[in-house]
């Protein structure tokens, strides 16, 4: 069973950046792709960020590129959430998640196609 331990949330201002992490219990991380998601009260889970095992391509939801960077350090079993330039909008509870993959080239942007999920941490961002 794979866990999955989000830390790094809390409450910022506009314009401030938080970085979150996720570490994963396993003893390798390297062929596990990784996303991040977000769910804001009142609404459903939205796709974030995703990464490739190899950590050498990402992909990001509309409204957080450019502000917003994944990366991963799979040598700590670790996946990372930089995040620039929050807005208020971005208050929401961050979750990890991980599913193993042969494909060093793939990331995954929907819910279903991920089989591990974090506790979530929250992230308030105050206008």
């Known amino acids: 069973q794979v866990q999955l331990v989000e830390s790094g949330g809390g409450l910022v201002q506009a314009g401030d950046s938080l970085r979150l992490s996720c570490a994963a219990s396993?003893?390798?991380?390297?062929?596990?792709?990784a996303g991040w998601f977000r769910q804001a009260p009142g609404k459903e889970r939205e796709f974030v960020a995703a990464?490739?095992?190899?950590?050498?391509?990402?992909y990001y939801a509309d409204s957080v590129k450019g502000r917003f960077a994944i990366s991963r350090d799979n040598t700590k079993n670790t996946v990372y959430l930089q995040m620039n330039s929050l807005k208020p909008e971005d208050t929401a509870v961050y979750y990890c998640?991980?599913?193993?993959?042969?494909?060093?080239?793939?990331?995954?942007?929907?819910?279903?196609?991920?089989?591990?999920w974090g506790q979530g941490t929250q992230v308030t961002v105050s206008s």
């Open positions: 998640a991980a599913r193993h993959t042969y494909y060093s080239g793939s990331y995954y942007l929907a819910e279903r196609e991920y089989a591990y």
């Open positions: 990464i490739t095992w190899s950590g050498g391509s990402t």
């Open positions: 396993l003893r390798t991380f390297s062929m596990f792709a």
